[in-house]
């Protein structure tokens, strides 16, 4: 097999690992390019061989690699994820006479999909949170983000007593009236009866502009329940930070449809 001197390194694969060097053998490629080996391999972790390098393997047996992910340890210390493929180089009779590696830097590609991973995983405790609080309660809660309104929590109270529409997701509070169609309860004004517009549910005035609403009648459609029709008691309140800023806002809600006949 080729010795694997290494014959040349573009200046892009010199920035990438922190040397340009020309390596004489395979047996020193470990000497000069340092790095551990990344999961799934079984020997995540753990140093890389100066034989297990992509370009020794691919001289050595003609094997062809393609993006296995390696963490590179350069001289100066620092370090860098990179995906390297390697291929072998034949002459006109098969025999391999040389090889060639690419190097390519997916640092950041890996830290951004270990942010979205810890933020999916942070989410979903934050989701067993919640339905420990208000999973088995009486009364319907519904959660939102501020100020786009959208929906991050509903527990089972509040799908039950909006039948098929309680579990809709809106993402703002623009698609508040296309997922919930409620009406106005005002006896003798002009209001009684109206639709309610996406803005002016109680949970959108929470998040919009910082509202408390306590006790408001809503008469809600719904799947079943007499006519279609229930009365629900809705009160909003929003959720702020340290700072006083609006960041959420919480909708609990109470069938009051006997009450009300």
Known sequence: APSGRLVVSNPANQRLWGTGALTASVADYSVDYAGIHCPPHPRAGQPVAS??????????????????????????????????????VRDADGRIVGGVVTTQDVTERERLLAEAEAAREAADLERRRLDAAFGAAPVGVVIAEAPSGRLVYINPAFRRLWGAAGGAASGSVEEYSHAWVGYHVAPGTPDDGRPYASHEWPLARAVRTGAVVAGEVVE???????????????????????EGRVVGGVVTAVDVTERER
């Open 51 to 88: 034989a297990e390098w992509p370009l020794a393997r691919a001289l050595a047996t003609g094997e062809l690699i393609t993006g296995e992910q390696y963490e590179i340890h350069r001289p100066d210390g620092t370090r860098v994820v990179a995906r390297l493929s390697a291929a072998p």
């Open 220 to 242: 809600v459609t719904r799947t079943d329940g007499p006519d279609g029709r229930a009365r629900l008691s809705l009160a909003a309140a929003p959720v702020r930070d340290a």
